[in-house]
């Protein structure tokens, strides 16, 4: 016996959610709620496991594959497991002239990662504009926006991720 | 000196609970849509926009009413129609629509209002860029407030039209900023645009007519009916009615989001102390990407351009978005345009041949020269590259689907045309010629 997906509270959650995002759409358009409705198995899963795939598709009346297309098409989707802290961080041209290409060189040093490797705790990446260009440079942390970083703020930022 | 002396989007920016309905509604919010319901005809609120010189704020500054007019009449064609507002705001350089979202919510949701009554819409969509977990939060409490309080639903303001309002999240994906993409994305699918025609106007989302119009555009109709369409089209320039929203950043001393009159020049908004407060001490303007990265570069000689619509036209740019991003004259031309054409090359959609090949092999090129491998030769490649996906000038006659392959283009032309000594002396000198300090004063990170 495997694990089951969800929780019996998961399984709620995922039920109601899913049930409120069809409502929004014509009956006959069920699959237009697929960015929401992996958005919701994101979140309480923290990625997309191949069984919450197929949940997501007989819901929605479409096939998995139509799910791994888009999933695969946007970036903030995680068809693997990501890390627990996954850290994006622009390095745009905004962002470039304000410091961002050394702030990415400072993180890989002290969380001793290099951008683009998934690991177990963090998964630091670079990302493009986050439209933060006037308050640069800029970072998410699971999908939290942090602007106008500097060292100082920095490090006070990531000696919370635990 | 063409200062703004009155704000028009940014009044009630910042004021105590202008988020939510009660703050907006004691600063006169929704009367305008109640105006509009109860005593104009739908055709007259067009009619309205048409007058006011309204201009798409997303990019390409299309006539807002003329778009509108584009639906065809309930007689022709008896399909629900839509209205899709464009919160996808991702051109590099650019950070206005999220703080419309932050700060006035409501009044991009009257503008819905107002607009979904002149299209006779009784759907909206909001999409909003998967990255804007916050403003997203803020709009989503703004929505349920405003059904709360009888502005949305079976019964809009307590008339008897009909309008439903949802956010929708996006995922991380530049292309659905494009507005047929951003419909295909909306029917749940991986964001490929459409050919055009037919236009959304007349087949837009699930094949019904819609409009897709930019935030910062709707969030203008409030301000449209309070003062007037007249108001609004004299306080612009030329055809290009009110104000506008421009992000300023990069090499000045003080970037920021800022509202600016039509008739504000280049050279204003970078030197004004209203404004960007001018260069680094001791530094003057190298380059200005005028309206997201997309947009081709200006030198320092053409600044004096208003920053109104039609004035980017005899440059051969455009106002684009507002994204502005200025780089001083230590900052090296050949790795900003390496770092513009990475994020063309990562954000092709793949679905056109000469966009979804020619953007990561021009940001190749510009690697090779950028690390001093280049040849004379890689210059004329890269113009070739560039011109086969869209020749440039004028801008528009891009051999893709959507504008994505143009967006990646511009730039590599204006850039090597504009700089070209600067990409021979990488050539020649087989280096960088600012060395391990290629992003200007401020780019170091401290």
Redesign the interface.
Known sequence: MSEPLFTAAEQKRFDDEIAVLLS?Y?ND?K??????A??VLQTIKGWLPPEGMKLVAER?E?TVA?CY??AT?????HTEKPGKYVI?VC????C????????L??MEQKLNTHAGTRGEKYFLRE???????????CL?IN???HENL??QKLDALLEKLS | MSVLTEKVMTRDWGKPGQHAFKGYQERGGYQQLKKVLTSMQPAQVTDEVKRSNLRGRGGAGFPTGLKWSFVPSLEKNTKPRYLAINADESEPGTAKDRFILEYDPHLLLEGIGIACYALGAHTCYIYARGEFKHPSAVLDAAIADAYANGVFGKKLMGTDFELDVYQVRGAGAYICGEETALLESLEGKKGWPRLKPPFPAVVGLFGCPTVVNNVETIAALPRIFEKGADWFARLGAAKSGGTRLVTLSGSVKRPGTYEVGMDTSMKELIFDKEYGQGMPEGRSVKAVIPGGSSAPVLTADELEVKLEFDAFKPLQSMAGSGGVIVMDDSTCMVRSLWRVARFYAEESCGQCTPCREGQPWMARLLRKIEEGRGELADLDTLMQVAQSIAPWPPIGLGNTICALGDAGALPVQSFVQKFRKDFEDHITQKRCPHGDKPWGTYGEFQ
């Open positions: 929004h014509p358009r699959s237009a709620s697929m960015l929401p992996l958005r929605l479409t139509h297309e888009v098409f946007y970036v903030m989707f994006d390095t745009n041209l905004s470039a002239l304000r410091g961002a290409e050394g702030m060189k400072y990302t493009e504009c986050l439209a933060s260009c006037g308050t640069a440079p998410q999908e939290d926006h500097t060292k």
